[in-house]
């Protein structure tokens, strides 16, 4: 299938954008090919700059829960945005969304504003360690917290678990305060926190991970770190970008009945829109500047525009019962899936987390520790990627990114990705 129009818009991007993307994952380098540019979107499907429709298991990654150009979203939109696009000044919607977080989430009383997942989680770091006094944080292997220098770490060999720089441009001392450890590893966490917890400022993760494929934890685990953070009077930082008013209203908080310190959010909360948010108790959140000695501000943070995006998101998912109607649809697509993927000539796994789904190439179940994948199944999911768009349906292009859903999905179009499914596993 040629893609004429993208094709030309890609040759131009590349021409003036490093890599002809403004995010690496959309450049198609991990299943081959040149990414397609797209022009619209509605409901649940997107279409393309040479006019052909795909049914759309992205949602822009994560943000489209409602799926996409939802009526009351750009009705919220139109409207806000007539009467100004920023104010550089305290507005009404910042109240209110702010008070949407407060009663939606466990052990938040406030809520600072910014606009990426990457700024909540930087911010919410340095509020950890001027609230402790402390230097050192923890992450987990296979958890994204965005790209902030001291994140951008990945686990040193052997024994130590010093975070060496993961990308060109991070020097070596902007990630010497980052320890890393495995997911699922009671004894690596207990280790750790006996050598250096009187140093932790805080640990920071995703509670369901879903940046390298999805990896749900034991709650056994988790409650662990819940319980050994409070031990040594370090915070525990809940990565809910992904999760957050996902999973539940509560987020993973809810869903799995651990209240962390602080929490941040992005993707959904915004509806589409830059929004980012981290939040916590207000004897926390009280560090921050005017109130506090951290600073922490933003030229666009609490925008009106973007504020009114996600208000109207989470209205509609509070008003239309919007969490138990995406379990019910996570359901409806794990029995239309199931059969094709027992039938599959080579191992292929779901794995689901209410909305949120991922299809393992891995030889046994379900990991819950970042393994990488072997080359061979790199291989496979490229072929299945590409079988998939040609049948006119968009996946994630890379075998370690998850896939999600969106009220707009119905149980038709699981009918549909089961069918074409079938025929992509046993041609790749
Ligand atoms: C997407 C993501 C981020 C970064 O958010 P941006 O808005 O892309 O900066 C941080 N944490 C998690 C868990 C994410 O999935």
Redesign the pocket.
């Given at each position: 299938m040629t893609h004429p129009r993208s094709q030309a818009l890609y040759e131009r991007a590349c021409r003036v954008i490093p890599g002809g993307v403004n995010?690496p994952v959309r450049a198609f380098r991990a299943v081959g090919g040149t990414p397609l540019f797209f022009a619209r979107g509605e409901d649940q499907y997107l279409i393309d700059a040479d006019g052909r429709q795909y049914l759309d298991f992205v949602g822009s990654?994560?943000p489209l829960i409602l799926g996409h150009a939802h009526p009351a979203v750009v009705a919220a939109i139109t409207e806000a945005s007539r009467a100004g696009t920023t104010f550089g000044a305290p507005c009404a919607g910042e109240v209110e969304l702010a008070e949407r977080v407060v009663a939606s989430y466990p052990g938040v009383e406030q809520v600072r504003f910014v606009?990426?997942?990457?700024?909540?989680?930087m911010s919410a770091i340095r509020l950890s360690r001027a609230f402790t006094g402390r230097d050192l944080i923890v992450k987990f292997s296979g958890?994204?917290?965005?790209?902030a220098d001291h994140l951008l770490v990945a686990a040193g060999s052997g024994l130590a678990t010093f975070g060496q720089p993961s990308s060109a441009g991070v020097p070596e001392p902007f990630t010497a305060c980052t320890r890393v450890l495995p997911l699922d590893d009671e004894a690596a966490l207990e280790a750790l926190f006996a050598r250096e917890g009187g140093r932790i400022a805080a640990a920071i993760i995703?509670p369901v991970?879903?940046?390298h494929g999805l990896l749900p934890q034991r709650r056994e685990f988790l409650a662990r770190l819940r319980e050994i953070t409070r031990r040594h009077g370090a915070l525990l930082i809940f990565?809910?970008?992904?999760?957050g008013f996902r999973l539940a209203r509560g987020g993973a908080a809810e869903r799995l009945g651990l209240t962390p310190d602080l929490a941040?959010f992005?993707?959904v909360i915004g509806g589409g829109l830059?929004v980012?948010a981290f939040a916590g108790p207000r004897h926390i959140l009280s560090r921050l500047a005017p109130d506090g000695d951290t600073y922490q501000a933003g030229t666009l943070s609490g925008n009106p525009v973007a504020m009114a995006s996600g208000i109207a998101t989470l209205d509609v998912l509070i008003h239309e019962d919007g969490w138990q109607r995406l379990e019910a649809l996570g359901a409806q697509l794990e029995q239309a899936l199931r059969p094709v993927l027992g039938r599959a000539p080579f191992p292929v796994h779901l794995v689901r987390v209410g909305s949120l789904f991922w299809l393992s190439f891995h030889e046994a179940g379900a990991p819950r520790t970042a393994e990488p994948l072997p080359q061979e199944a790199v291989l496979r999911f490229g072929r299945v990627f590409h079988a998939l768009l040609s049948e006119r349906i968009y996946f994630p292009p890379s075998a370690y990114e998850a896939c999600f859903l969106s009220l707009a999905h119905t149980a038709a179009d699981f009918e549909r990705l089961a069918a074409s499914l079938g025929r992509a596993l046993t041609a790749s």
């Amino acid at each position: 299938m040629t893609h004429p129009r993208s094709q030309a818009l890609y040759e131009r991007a590349c021409r003036v954008i490093p890599g002809g993307v403004n995010s690496p994952v959309r450049a198609f380098r991990a299943v081959g090919g040149t990414p397609l540019f797209f022009a619209r979107g509605e409901d649940q499907y997107l279409i393309d700059a040479d006019g052909r429709q795909y049914l759309d298991f992205v949602g822009s990654w994560g943000p489209l829960i409602l799926g996409h150009a939802h009526p009351a979203v750009v009705a919220a939109i139109t409207e806000a945005s007539r009467a100004g696009t920023t104010f550089g000044a305290p507005c009404a919607g910042e109240v209110e969304l702010a008070e949407r977080v407060v009663a939606s989430y466990p052990g938040v009383e406030q809520v600072r504003f910014v606009s990426s997942g990457t700024e909540a989680t930087m911010s919410a770091i340095r509020l950890s360690r001027a609230f402790t006094g402390r230097d050192l944080i923890v992450k987990f292997s296979g958890c994204y917290h965005g790209h902030a220098d001291h994140l951008l770490v990945a686990a040193g060999s052997g024994l130590a678990t010093f975070g060496q720089p993961s990308s060109a441009g991070v020097p070596e001392p902007f990630t010497a305060c980052t320890r890393v450890l495995p997911l699922d590893d009671e004894a690596a966490l207990e280790a750790l926190f006996a050598r250096e917890g009187g140093r932790i400022a805080a640990a920071i993760i995703e509670p369901v991970p879903a940046n390298h494929g999805l990896l749900p934890q034991r709650r056994e685990f988790l409650a662990r770190l819940r319980e050994i953070t409070r031990r040594h009077g370090a915070l525990l930082i809940f990565d809910e970008v992904i999760c957050g008013f996902r999973l539940a209203r509560g987020g993973a908080a809810e869903r799995l009945g651990l209240t962390p310190d602080l929490a941040t959010f992005g993707k959904v909360i915004g509806g589409g829109l830059p929004v980012g948010a981290f939040a916590g108790p207000r004897h926390i959140l009280s560090r921050l500047a005017p109130d506090g000695d951290t600073y922490q501000a933003g030229t666009l943070s609490g925008n009106p525009v973007a504020m009114a995006s996600g208000i109207a998101t989470l209205d509609v998912l509070i008003h239309e019962d919007g969490w138990q109607r995406l379990e019910a649809l996570g359901a409806q697509l794990e029995q239309a899936l199931r059969p094709v993927l027992g039938r599959a000539p080579f191992p292929v796994h779901l794995v689901r987390v209410g909305s949120l789904f991922w299809l393992s190439f891995h030889e046994a179940g379900a990991p819950r520790t970042a393994e990488p994948l072997p080359q061979e199944a790199v291989l496979r999911f490229g072929r299945v990627f590409h079988a998939l768009l040609s049948e006119r349906i968009y996946f994630p292009p890379s075998a370690y990114e998850a896939c999600f859903l969106s009220l707009a999905h119905t149980a038709a179009d699981f009918e549909r990705l089961a069918a074409s499914l079938g025929r992509a596993l046993t041609a790749s």
